[in-house]
């Protein structure tokens, strides 16, 4: 068991060493391989093995989790021991599932169970209400862009397939090596595991250097004010703010300029809904709309609706008790321009605990107010059903405002595209974590969303990294971290809409029937040969 227990610490060391924004990436390709050994040895080796292989994948997925998330550590510290612990948890199950479906039948259907368990796993990591798809496989190759420009048709979900089918492959052949101990058959199983792994970036390769982005520029500003979350954010006031982003607008600002994109809630201070038109700070920032008739603020704001009437009450509203009123608490985007109106966006996907208390009817009732923190105002958020797409004015550009966790998920940002954005605004603030993996990595995932969608993107993070990324996934310029400053780009506008953008997750939702019909098939298999025993 000893050996065991080491080649699951190595596949947890192997998977964490492979992660953006600070491993080496092809380390992925054979992450999996150890722990496939381990589980393979156990399962020839002893007849009691559930227990066994759920200690050594926990391991595994733990070093993983630990090495790759600590650093939520930053802004909870019981929040990062619950997402490390709880997201290690999922993996085992998911890994244990295809350990029993191993020893009910064939090898290959088995390894097509791991593969399709395994993608139904982080396909229901991006849906549910606990979701966390920080580590899903395909995010891994957002340090490599020029390896995956392919994801304008299969999305990361590629990518995990790609990851695991190469894995699967070089264990089957390391396995067929110990069982016959002939070197040609090792050599041939690693000669085809590199194709397998070559042929995919080539084919990026190809499509890299073929992308041309078609001529439709604006000129975007994206600003970076760089205030601490935890001793400033809530400090300053909206008014101070607003007049802190026309000083650094000002300094790249003329009539050309179509866009100017602020960070997240860089207004801390909630703005009721009925005061919106009228508020302090966008009195400020419309001085600046006034003088040049072409531009455009996406700016993020926090905002509160007071009410009485019980019949706007939904799951999502608080109660203030002393004052017996209910409110709306909202993490929005804002439009404003020449126009008399003010488009606004609500922020629909919720970091857990902090904007959104999952499963509330049972969970609080048990754990009380707070179920995990992984950084913010500790609030329960408002959503809104659709996306919204900002229209400028006196431009062709459409901007799709993304605030801060939305862009890690990719179905969830071609619902942008299919209204009609023509570039991706990412709103964020990423502070909480520090100057950790963790503002890096988020950025990286970016890149992806630009190769799915072929739209270019301008990220505005409050304290930074701000920066411009081409439809390639490039990131063309950037603004380092705890700088505060603006920076000016040209971008290119697209209106085609990829394979990915009209069908999504497919992969996963063929994988999702699959390893359904796979693991029925398995527990009907297993009742018919109880029958025949029986007779």
């Not at 492979?18 to 050994?37: H, K, N």
């Not at 590629?158 to 052949?173: A, H, P, R, Y």
């Not at 930074?464 to 950037?478: D, K, L």
């Amino acid at each position: 068991m000893k050996k065991n227990l080491l080649l699951a610490i190595l596949s947890g060391f192997l998977l964490a060493l492979s992660w953006p924004t600070y491993g080496f990436t092809a380390l992925i390709f054979i992450a999996f391989v150890p722990l496939l050994l381990a589980e393979q040895n156990i399962r020839v080796k002893y007849k009691q093995t559930k227990r066994k292989v759920f200690v050594i994948s926990y391991l595994s997925f733990l070093i993983w989790n630990i090495i790759t998330t600590w650093w939520i550590w930053h802004s909870t510290k019981g929040g990062a021991v619950f997402a490390i612990l709880a997201n290690t948890l999922l993996m085992t199950i998911t890994f244990l599932l295809y350990h029993i479906i191993a020893k009910k039948l064939p090898q290959k259907t088995a390894f097509i169970f791991l593969i399709t368990i395994w993608l139904s796993f982080e396909k229901f990591h991006l849906t549910w209400d606990v979701s966390w798809p920080w580590l899903n496989l395909g995010n891994v190759f957002s340090g490599k862009i020029t390896w995956v420009q392919w994801y304008e048709y299969t999305g990361v979900f590629g990518g995990s397939l790609w990851v695991l089918f190469v894995n699967i492959l070089l264990f089957s052949f390391i396995k067929s090596y110990f069982e016959q101990k002939n070197r040609k058959i090792l050599a041939k199983g690693v000669g085809i595991s590199v194709l397998c792994f070559a042929v995919p970036v080539l084919v990026s390769y190809f499509m890299y250097i073929n992308y041309k982005e078609e001529r439709n520029p604006i000129d975007v500003i994206v600003l970076q004010p760089n205030i601490d979350p935890y001793f400033e954010k809530y400090q300053i006031s909206n008014q101070d703010i607003a007049q802190l982003l026309v000083n650094l607008s000002e300094k790249l600002l003329d009539e050309k300029v179509n866009f100017i994109i602020t960070p997240e809630t860089v207004f801390a201070d909630n703005v009721k809904f009925e005061n919106l038109q009228n508020s302090w700070e966008f009195s400020i920032l419309r001085s600046m709309v006034l003088k040049y008739p072409n531009l455009n603020v996406v700016g993020g704001i926090a905002m509160i609706d007071f009410f009485k009437e019980k019949s706007k009450i939904t799951e999502q509203s608080n109660y203030l008790e002393r004052a017996d009123i209910w409110y709306n608490d909202y993490n929005s985007a804002f439009l404003l321009n020449r126009n008399d109106s003010i488009p606004l966006y609500h922020k629909s996907k919720l970091v857990v605990g902090v904007e959104n208390f999952p499963y509330q009817s049972v969970l609080k009732p048990i754990l009380g107010e707070t179920l995990i923190d992984l950084g913010g105002t500790v609030a329960l958020k408002t959503t809104q059903q659709e996306r919204s797409v900002f229209l400028g004015e006196k431009t062709e550009g459409k901007a799709a405002p993304i605030i801060c966790y939305e862009s890690i998920y990719g179905e969830f940002v071609t619902d942008y595209i299919k209204k009609g954005a023509n570039f991706l605004a990412i709103l964020t603030n990423d502070a909480w974590w520090k100057n950790t993996q963790g503002h890096k990595q988020l950025l990286s995932y970016a890149q992806l969303r630009a190769i799915e969608t072929r739209r270019s993107i301008a990220r505005s993070a409050n304290t930074g990294i701000s920066a411009f990324i081409n439809q390639r996934g490039e990131i063309t310029n950037s603004l380092a971290y705890e700088r505060q400053g603006s920076l000016r780009s040209t971008i290119n506008l697209n209106d085609k809409i990829t394979f990915y953008v009209k069908a999504g997750d497919y992969l996963a939702r063929i994988s999702l029937f699959l390893s359904l019909f796979i693991f029925l098939y398995a527990m009907a298999k297993k009742r018919v040969g109880v029958v025949l025993v029986k007779k």
